[in-house]
């Protein structure tokens, strides 16, 4: 059964985009970065979704590029001491949670997330108090506090592993806050879900409608989707999975042309491991005026390169990311739970294959 929560509709407050930059400015700025990293002893850990000479600096500089899990990962087990996490303030905060010695920099701390957004602890813990024999578990796009109420934090590369191993146990289960991802793990695993209405600003606005309409001028192609997606939406795809498991569908799969229903930034990626392959963007509901998002996580395009190269030589305050400790104490649990399950889940699979 799927009982939702309504809220209150959200008020975002979108950022302005980073400047256009000459191609001096960005030569130098990227030197300069390089060179900085090197002194500091600081790696850049960058998500799919940021901007391709974001990932490109990534990849020159030894850095990570990846989904929320393995950023989580990587950033733990890195040996540099400072962490440039390049993506949204809750990467930076999981970074933070788990690496706790380490000093983690974000090139803007007002890089947010629309479902972090949605799910302020105060309104979240009060609901888990009503239901006090359901397990809370709550997708890693959630603020410290919100992982520190949790029993679980998941990502949508584990979630639908983990929920179904909660429903193999009988377990009801507190949902947060995506409701479409969550929609997708309870119609696949029949779990008894409690969910709270949040949603992804970008993956809301995927149009069943319009995709059909670009699905006849590209009949051959495959239908890509991330589950954070409308039901409509998730049900005409091909393949549905996190930006890891997409990336690897576009390899997978014998197609030579996509239609891809998640942030556009995953392109860069894509198209690097796909090289012979085309990559189109799965239409939006809206556009110009009318679209929130148009396909790019505002926030994520904060992260351009006069920000990265301020962290590094700014004054830390204005760019660290810092925990409450009793607070970091909390969400290690949950995180560590979700890390151990993937490492658990790698291994089984890695036997059986």
């Not at 890195?78 to 920099?105: C, Y």
């Not at 700014?314 to 760019?319: A, I, R, T, V, Y």
Request: charged residues 20%; negative net charge.
């Amino acid at each position: 059964m799927a009982v939702t929560l309504r809220i209150d509709e959200v008020n975002y407050p979108f950022p302005a985009l980073p400047k256009k930059l000459s191609a001096d400015r960005q030569a130098w700025l990227k030197s300069e970065i390089k060179r900085l990293l090197k002194a500091q002893n600081a790696v850049l850990v960058t998500h799919y979704y940021t901007d391709p000479e974001i990932q490109a600096l990534t990849e020159e500089t030894g850095g990570c590029i990846s989904d929320s899990l393995e950023m989580a990962r990587y950033g733990r087990d890195a040996e540099q001491q400072t962490l440039i996490v390049a993506g949204v303030k809750f990467m930076g905060e999981t970074a933070k949670i788990l690496s706790p010695e380490k000093t983690v920099l974000m090139p803007t701390l007002e890089a947010t997330c629309s479902l972090d957004i949605g799910c302020p602890a105060d309104k979240f813990s009060a609901f888990c108090d009503q239901h006090p024999d359901h397990t809370i578990v709550v997708y890693a796009n959630t603020s410290a506090a919100v992982k520190a109420r949790a029993d679980w934090v998941v990502t949508s590369s584990i979630a639908l592993e983990i929920v179904d191993h909660l429903e193999a146990n009988g377990e009801k289960i507190i949902w947060a806050p995506d409701k479409h991802l969550g929609a997708y793990i309870q119609k696949q695993t029949g779990a008894d879900m409690l969910m709270w209405q949040g949603e992804c600003i970008v993956h809301d606005e995927f149009s069943a409608q319009a995709l059909r309409d670009m699905k006849k001028l590209h009949p051959d192609a495959a239908i890509l989707v991330h589950p954070e997606s409308p039901a409509s939406v998730v049900d005409m795809a091909d393949a549905v999975g996190s930006t890891t498991q997409l990336i690897s569908a576009s390899q997978a799969l014998p197609n030579q042309t996509f239609i891809v229903a998640t942030d556009r930034g995953i392109f860069y990626k894509m198209q690097q491991q796909a090289p012979n392959k085309t990559f189109i963007e799965a239409p939006t509901g809206g556009n110009g005026a009318t679209c929130k998002s148009c396909a790019h996580c505002p926030w994520m395009a904060m992260n351009g390169l006069e920000a990265i190269y301020s962290a590094l030589t700014g004054n830390h305050q204005q760019h660290e990311i810092r925990v409450d400790d009793i607070l970091r104490v909390k969400a290690m649990k949950p995180l560590t739970r979700m890390l151990d399950f993937a490492a658990d889940l790698k291994l089984k699979v890695k036997g059986n294959a």
